[in-house]
């Protein structure tokens, strides 16, 4: 029983220590709260904008794929942008298609951005000519209406399905089913609104989409040296997501040999994944975060050095007290546990009012700016581990300092 309240007598004492000036201890963890709180804050705003976006990408579909056209060399040897190619074929989405044990739909896409005009209101946006798997590939759905078919796409009909953004910009409050729509010289009749799939790469919020034929009829479609006619890009839902690195690997191989590259020649063609894409967002995300917690940080630091500039005064206050310990028998250990368990019970106790205010300043942010936040057990953890240990680091010196004081002059101390 003596043993335990040993151990427990330096706990007993450390805890008299913070309590006994409550005031100095409230203002000694003042940067320690609001360091902890800024930490929490700042990763968990970072932390639920990630998760928005990776949402916004799985509505697309985790197993959507896209190739695009690779970039061509320009004069005096200068390559061009990625997508300057004009590589990709509705013969080299047919060749895909046929791989109906890799694929469970192919849609090609010949875009161009038009003048959209109804009524009194325009805007400028993307022109999407695709067939009708597109609602397929891209986990489609309407609000209204509905997508063209194969018989409107088989006779190239006059016909437009608009994304949500559009069909409210151009329309707004009216209902844009059955009304004429010009797009650039030609004219078309709505007949579908898709449903809104959020602000990410590659939605079709802002999109307009017409029959692939009746879009050939309206642009003038470039052809290669073989009259193969050349879309912008080719769209594809894999039928085993966890096969899609052996996937891309077959379609580049197909499609390298239909394109006649040699060995030594790079693809004139670029194929992403969803799952590429929501991995690179992910990791630019988290990078992210972690940036916004280590400028919050910083203020722990500064807690930090004020936890050690109150505790080297309070080793000053009490140099006789000290003294008079020493004297009774308290070793140097004795001392020395006893301030830096002061100086951990300061840092813990401004870690969890950090918490505490940092969850509430999320909690705010998600409800009056309805921003997405995301509070982890992970940054919580973190946060306090940090705010303990820069007490612990701080107070080291100051115990230190207080174990080594002699006990004759600590007694003569005044």
Do not use: C
């Not at 894999?238 to 690997?249: E, L, R, T």
């Not at 060995?263 to 063609?269: G, K, L, P, R, T």
């Amino acid at each position: 029983m003596k043993k335990y309240v040993r151990l427990l007598r330096p706990f007993h004492n450390a805890w008299g220590g913070v309590t006994s000036h409550k005031l100095r201890s409230l203002l000694t963890i003042l940067g320690i709260v609001i360091g902890v709180s800024a930490v929490i804050a700042l990763m968990s705003i970072g932390k639920g904008a990630e998760a928005d976006i990776l949402a916004r990408i799985q509505t697309l579909g985790a197993d959507l794929m896209m190739i695009s056209p690779g970039s061509q060399m320009g004069a005096g040897g200068v390559r061009g942008a990625a997508g300057s190619a004009v590589t990709l074929t509705m013969e080299d989405a047919a060749a895909i298609a046929g791989k109906t044990d890799l694929v469970a739909s192919v849609s090609p896409i010949f875009s161009r951005n038009m003048q959209l005009i109804a009524g009194s209101q325009n805007m400028n946006a993307q022109v999407t000519g695709t067939t009708p798997s597109y609602m397929q590939t891209y986990n489609l759905n309407t609000t209204s209406g509905t997508f063209f078919s194969d018989y409107d796409y088989q006779r190239g009909s006059a016909v437009a399905v608009l994304g949500s953004t559009a069909a409210q910009t151009l329309y707004g409050t009216d209902d844009p089913l059955g009304q004429n729509l010009r797009l650039g010289t030609i004219i078309v009749r709505v007949i579908g609104v898709l449903a809104a799939k959020g602000s990410v790469s590659g939605s079709p919020d802002n999109m307009v989409f017409i029959p692939l034929t009746a879009m050939q009829q309206a642009v003038a479609q470039q052809r290669t040296q073989r009259g193969e006619q050349i879309i912008s890009s080719i769209s594809l839902k894999v039928k085993d997501v966890n096969n899609s690195s052996s996937v891309v690997q077959e379609l580049t191989e197909l499609l390298r040999t239909r394109h006649r590259l040699i060995a030594s020649a790079a693809n004139d063609f670029r194929i992403t994944s969803m799952e590429e894409v929501a991995s690179t967002v992910s990791e630019t995300m988290a990078t992210t975060t972690m940036l916004l917690g280590a400028i919050a940080a910083i203020s722990l630091l500064v807690g930090g050095i004020g936890v050690m500039n109150i505790m080297l005064v309070s080793v000053l206050e009490r140099t006789r007290e000290i003294g008079i310990r020493k004297a009774l028998g308290a070793r140097d250990t004795d001392i020395w546990i006893q301030f830096l368990i002061e100086s951990a019970f300061l840092s813990l106790a401004g870690g969890l009012i950090g918490v505490a205010l940092g969850w509430g300043a999320a909690y705010l942010v998600s409800n009056v700016w309805s921003m997405h936040t995301l509070v982890s057990i992970d940054i919580v953890i973190l946060a306090v581990s940090v705010s303990v240990g820069i007490g612990l680091f701080f107070g080291f010196y100051p115990a230190w300092q207080a174990s080594r004081l002699n006990p004759i002059e600590a007694l003569r101390h005044e």
